[in-house]
Structures are given as C-alpha cells and as structure tokens.
C-alpha cells in the first residue's frame, strides 16, 4: 500500500469554527509533513513529524496546531482562521527523516481544499 | 526567497515534441527530486537525483544535475496530452542539514493533442 489518504476532500468553515483535517498512512513511513500550497504556486512547508515528534515547524501561526497521534496518523488542528489561510493543504510522508546526508522521496495524499468564509 | 527557481513558468508544446524543464537552486545539497502535480491534486514523485549523480533516466523522463551551476534539467521526450501537468523540482540543504523539502516555482506544461 503506497497511499497517503487525507479527509475531507473539501472543508468550507468560518473564521470562529474549528476543525480539523486528518491524514493516515500505512506505509510504516516515520517522517510526516503538512504542506499549503496556493493557486499556481508551490508547496510550503509547514510542519515536520519525525518519529511522531514535532521536528519542523515554519513559524505557522498558532491557529494551526498539528498533532501526530501514532506513526500512522497526523493531524492538523484549525481554529480562528483567516480567508487568506484558503488553500489546499497537503500532507506527505517519508521513509525515514533520519539519515544525516540524505532526503527521501515524499510521497503525497490528494490534499484537502479549505475555503475559509 | 524560493530555493529553486524553475524556468520556463509555462509551456505549451504539441503532442509527440520534447519538453525541457530548468531548475535552478541556491545552497549546497544532498538530492534534488522532481514532482509532478495534475490541476488540484497531490504531488507524483518523479525521480530523484543524487548530488555524486550527473544523469538519470527513468521511462521517458531524462534528469541532469549539474551542481557547479547549482542547476538541474528535466526532459520529457515524446510527450503524451496525459503529461498535461506542473512540474516542481524540489532539494534539501546540506548546509543547514535541515532534511525537509523546499520545492521551486513549477513549470506548467501544457501538452496539445
């Protein structure tokens, strides 16, 4: 099983709702990643998990919370947020973060669409 | 500021014609990789180059690494409509160590059947 599956598919929320979008995995990958991309622009890293510990985080404001719950899951926890926070959010995961000189291929899930009202 | 710049940012070409994709980066790396994304959807790993490697070939995909001009080249050859796509380059830094992706601006392929 190489697949990544992220649900919904599509959220539309408020700026007070909170929600949340979820990612799993059963790869046996111990690296996860959430990603924003934008309309025509590339993916932005937002959050790294390493060995279900929190390696990486891109100074994403604190509206956006991540948890990874076990090697197989990750979440990403969205309260208060802003029109501008709309795009498709996508999460990833790797083999293994953990090699010194090396970075392994990602493989993504289909991404999930946020339109923030 | 984007560690890989790709150029061109668009392309249109008929089907059966090569299409070339320049990327461009700024630190030193251990890996470059392309992806693929079809309009909406995730990312496809494409093919992964190391910084000892100067050529690879998967399929009809042909990837160069040239790391003195900090710069990486993908060709399609005898494109198919179905390769319709944007196509990012995506390194790491060996400097920082930091083993997470940053992925360059895409170039946007257009196949005409």
């Known amino acids: 099983d190489t697949e990544v599956t992220q649900t919904p598919k599509h959220l539309v929320m408020g700026m007070t709702n909170k929600k949340s979008l979820k990612c799993e995995q059963h790869m046996g990958h111990r690296a996860m990643y959430w990603y924003k991309q934008k309309a025509k622009k590339p993916p932005e890293l937002m959050f790294v998990y390493s060995y279900e510990k929190l390696s990486i985080n891109e100074s994403v404001p604190s509206r956006f919370s991540p948890e990874c719950p076990n090697s197989s899951l990750l979440n990403l926890h969205l309260h208060a947020l802003q029109p501008e926070d709309s795009a498709l959010y996508l999460c990833?995961?790797?083999?293994?973060?953990?090699?010194?000189?090396?970075?392994?291929?990602?493989?993504f899930g289909p991404g999930t669409r946020l339109t923030v009202l | 500021s984007q560690q890989g710049e790709e150029d061109p940012q668009a392309l249109s070409i008929q089907e059966g014609e090569n299409a070339t994709m320049n990327c461009s980066y700024k630190?030193?790396?251990?890996?470059l990789q392309w992806y693929r994304q079809n309009s909406g959807r995730g990312l496809v790993h494409l093919i992964l180059i190391r910084s000892n490697e100067r050529e690879k070939h998967s399929g009809r995909l042909r990837v160069t690494l040239d790391t003195s001009k900090k710069s990486s080249s993908l060709l399609i050859t005898a494109s198919r409509a179905a390769d319709t796509a944007s196509y990012f380059c995506a390194t790491d830094s060996f400097d920082t160590g930091r083993r997470a992706l940053t992925f360059g601006s895409g170039t946007r392929l257009q196949v005409q059947p």
């Open positions: 630190t030193s790396i251990n890996n």
């Open positions: 990833a995961s790797s083999q293994d973060a953990g090699h010194p000189t090396s970075t392994d291929t990602q493989y």
